[in-house]
T-cell receptor, first 111, second 112 residues
Framework: GENVEQHPSTLSVQEGDSAVIKCTYS??????FPWYKQELGKRPQLIID?????GEKKDQRIAVTLNKTAKHFSLHITETQPEDSAVYFC??????????FGTGTSLTVIP | NAGVMQNPRHLVRRRGQEARLRCSPM?????VYWYRQLPEEGLKFMVY????????ESGMPKERFSAEFPKEGPSILRIQQVVRGDSAAYFC??????????FGPGTRLTVL
C-alpha cells in the first residue's frame, strides 16, 4: 500500500514569513495529492490539491509543487498570518480511492 | 446545501458496549470513506464504501469493526465490545468518486 511521510512535525514562523511543508509518497500509481488544514477540534478542510499531470498549482498565498520522479510534493504558504496556525496534513491517493495521510505538521505563526 | 453530516458528535461508551456511528454524505455523493484519528495523530484510512458495497476495508480491524452503506439511509460504522483503545475521533468523508473528499465534523468516541 501507499506510505506517506511528512516533515517537519512542528513548524514555527514569524508572521509574514513563509512556511514550507514537505511530503514523500511511495506508490507511483498515486495521482492525486490534496492538502488539508485542521484546526483544533474541527474537521479537516481542503486548502489546495494537485493532480499528477501538473507540476505546480497556486491559490493566492498557497502553492503546491509536485515532483513525480522523486515522489515528493510540498506546500508553500507565503506571508503567513496568525490564522494560518493549524495542523496541516498532506495525502496521496489514486483519484476516487481512499487517502493515505501524512502524520501532520503543527504550524504556529507568531505575531 | 448541507455538507457531510455525522452523528452523534460525541459518544461515551463503557468497555464491552457497542458504538454506532452514522454518516450522511453530501447530496449527490455515493462514495463514503471512514478515517480514524487518535489523539494528536494523523488520519488513518479504515474503509471505503459505495452504495451497498464495501470497496476496500483493508484499514479496518478484522474483529469487532464493521461498516455498511445501505441503499437508503446513512453509512454506519459499528464497533462491538469497545475497548479503551477505540477512543478516537472518527471522521467520514464523501466524494463524487472523481474529485475531492469532503469531511464531516467527526464523532468523538470515549470509552470508559
Amino acid at each position: 500500500g501507499e506510505n506517506v511521510e511528512q516533515h517537519p512535525s512542528t513548524l514555527s514562523v514569524q508572521e509574514g514569513d513563509s512556511a514550507v511543508i514537505k511530503c514523500t509518497y511511495s506508490d507511483s500509481a498515486s495521482n492525486y495529492f490534496p492538502w488539508y488544514k485542521q484546526e483544533l477540534g474541527k474537521r479537516p478542510q481542503l486548502i489546495i490539491d494537485i493532480r499528477s499531470n501538473v507540476g505546480e498549482k497556486k491559490d493566492q498565498r498557497i502553492a503546491v509543487t509536485l515532483n513525480k520522479t522523486a515522489k515528493h510534493f510540498s506546500l508553500h504558504i507565503t506571508e503567513t498570518q496568525p490564522e494560518d496556525s493549524a495542523v496541516y496534513f498532506c495525502a496521496a491517493s489514486r483519484v476516487g480511492n481512499q487517502f493515505y495521510f501524512g502524520t501532520g505538521t503543527s504550524l504556529t505563526v507568531i505575531p | 446545501n448541507a455538507g457531510v453530516m455525522q452523528n452523534p458528535r460525541h459518544l461515551v461508551r463503557r468497555r464491552g458496549q457497542e458504538a454506532r456511528l452514522r454518516c450522511s454524505p453530501m447530496k449527490g455523493h455515493s462514495h463514503v470513506y471512514w478515517y480514524r484519528q487518535l489523539p494528536e495523530e494523523g488520519l488513518k484510512f479504515m474503509v471505503y464504501l459505495q452504495k451497498e458495497n464495501i470497496i476496500d476495508e483493508s484499514g479496518m480491524p478484522k474483529e469487532r469493526f464493521s461498516a455498511e452503506f445501505p441503499k437508503e439511509g446513512p453509512s454506519i460504522l459499528r464497533i462491538q465490545q469497545v475497548v479503551r483503545g477505540d477512543s478516537a475521533a472518527y471522521f467520514c468523508a464523501s466524494s463524487a468518486g472523481y474529485s475531492e473528499q469532503f469531511f464531516g465534523p467527526g464523532t468523538r468516541l470515549t470509552v470508559l
